[in-house]
């Protein structure tokens, strides 16, 4: 079966670029997260859809950062513009909410280095 | 804030030992858990999950203990194997909410 999806894997650019990091998650799944993982602070959540719709954004850490989930099998995760404290792994996860407790599944993160 | 198991330590467990890993949550109104396992360079992998409403949960070579009381969670691995070495998280679920707050995690290292 097909996990979620990201891409890319590894992302290196300079401050000031735009980053765009993309999901595809596990199919049937009505719920998306976007999370970000340093050592210094773990894992944290930054946004998550329901259904397409964005229901709390109140993690995203600043303007610079926005998410869109135009349909149900992909999302994007931008950041414009880049600065090196973004640097991290972004993983994203997908779970279905229908019939109660679901846990979430992850995948296997993008790796952004800014310089 | 709040905030799930906060520390990092690491566990060292000979190979064939049972290992317990152990997690603090602080919102006693959680009412769902889970254990996650991270390799390096991947993504949290699904364990095991429990709800408030058991206090034990078995899987494959793991079982979860919920104990309400004291807001403590912890995992339980038999026989440890190389390919156990990980990072393991628990996570609580706030009520009513598709949110989840996830622990800095405990590092399981097995010795041959």
């Known amino acids: 079966d097909a996990g979620v999806i990201q891409s890319p894997r590894h992302e290196v650019t300079e401050m000031g670029q735009e980053v765009t990091l993309r999901c595809k998650p596990i199919?049937?799944?009505?719920?998306l997260f976007w999370y970000r993982q340093t050592m210094m602070r773990g894992l944290e959540l930054l946004i998550y859809f329901n259904n397409n719709v964005p229901i709390d954004d109140s993690g995203m850490p600043e303007d610079r950062f926005s998410a869109k989930m135009p349909n149900a099998s992909f999302s994007t995760l931008k950041i414009q513009p880049s600065e090196p404290r973004d640097s991290a792994v972004y993983f994203c996860a997908s779970s279905s909410q229908q019939g109660g407790n679901q846990p979430q599944h992850f995948g296997d993160g993008t790796r952004l280095s800014i310089l | 804030g709040e905030s799930v198991g906060l520390h990092l330590p690491t566990l060292s467990v000979q190979e064939g030992d049972n290992s317990i890993i152990n997690c603090a949550y602080s919102?006693?109104?959680?009412?769902?858990f889970i254990w996650y396992k991270q390799e390096s360079g991947k993504g949290p992998q699904f364990i095991i999950d429990?709800?408030?409403?058991?206090d034990k949960r078995q899987g494959q070579r793991v079982t979860v203990l919920l104990n309400k009381t004291v807001k403590h969670l912890s995992l339980q691995i038999a026989a440890t194997q190389p390919g156990d070495s990980a990072v393991y998280f628990c996570?609580?679920?706030?009520?009513?909410?598709?949110?989840?707050?996830f622990g800095t995690g405990t590092r399981l290292k097995v010795l041959a």
């Open positions: 429990i709800r408030s409403n058991m």
């Open positions: 199919s049937g799944h009505n719920s």
């Open positions: 919102n006693s109104a959680s009412d769902y």
């Open positions: 996570a609580e679920r706030r009520p009513g909410t598709y949110k989840y707050i």
